[in-house]
T-cell receptor, first 113, second 109 residues
Framework: DTAVSQTPKYLVTQMGNDKSIKCEQN?????MYWYKQDSKKFLKIMFS???????INETVPNRFSPKSPDKAHLNLHINSLELGDSAVYFC????????????FGPGTRLTVT | GENVEQHPSTLSVQEGDSAVIKCTYS??????FPWYKQELGKRPQLIID?????GEKKDQRIAVTLNKTAKHFSLHITETQPEDSAVYFC????????FGAGTRLTVKP
């Protein structure tokens, strides 16, 4: 019955690699998000995606790209991983883009060595 | 874009005392202000929220106040318990949600 799920939960990889994190929501929501939480616990939005409309936070490097095969999934692809990409990545969803409540996934802890 | 500042960054209280966390925002068009609680190793979860047309909202031991003129809002937790220990995030939304930097609350038994 998990509303928003992510895989994997932990990901350890080397610099320069390309990796993906998957997110799925079974709530029937129209909008999904990716957040990055760094070691200082600061939670920053990376993307929001709604009915094929992608809103990108301008501070996100173009090595990061979201891919949505359908409304229930929003995967995060990261190319040429860097040490500074190490963080916990949270997927979230909401009924619509301006809906009041966002539901977070369990997070993926990415460690780049 | 919206800028949300949160204070304090850490807060330690004795069980039974009250805790107050304050946030300010920059964009007067912000219309929704949620508070999330994140326990260690867990996901952020909404605990209370307030819309811009309301000045105060209460849910059992937690309450949120909003001062639109001053552009600040606060979380109040009364009769704190050890299980209230967590990181608390405020957020403000115009279009996308912008989060504060978080407050690590520790409630000592």
């Amino acid at each position: 019955d998990t509303a928003v799920s992510q895989t994997p939960k932990y990901l350890v990889t080397q610099m320069g690699n390309d990796k993906s994190i998957k997110c799925e929501q079974n709530l029937g929501h129209d909008t999904m998000y990716w957040y990055k939480q760094d070691s200082k616990k600061f939670l920053k939005i990376m993307f929001s995606y709604n009915n094929k409309e992608l809103i990108i936070n301008e501070t996100v490097p173009n090595r990061f790209s979201p891919k949505s095969p359908d409304k229930a999934h929003l995967n995060l692809h990261i190319n040429s991983l860097e040490l500074g990409d190490s963080a916990v990545y949270f997927c979230a969803s909401s009924q619509e883009r301006l809906a009041i409540q966002q539901y977070f996934g369990p997070g993926t802890r990415l460690t780049v060595t | 874009g919206e800028n949300v500042e949160q204070h304090p960054s850490t807060l330690s209280v004795q069980e039974g005392d009250s805790a107050v966390i304050k946030c300010t925002y920059s964009d007067s068009a912000s219309n929704y202000f949620p508070w999330y609680k994140q326990e260690l190793g867990k996901r952020p979860q909404l605990i209370i929220d307030i819309r811009s047309n309301v000045g105060e909202k209460k849910d059992q031991r937690i309450a949120v106040t909003l001062n639109k003129t001053a552009k600040h809002f606060s979380l109040h937790i009364t009769e704190t318990q050890p299980e209230d220990s967590a990181v608390y995030f405020c957020a403000a939304r115009v279009n996308d949600m912008r989060f504060g930097a978080g407050t690590r609350l520790t409630v000592k038994p």
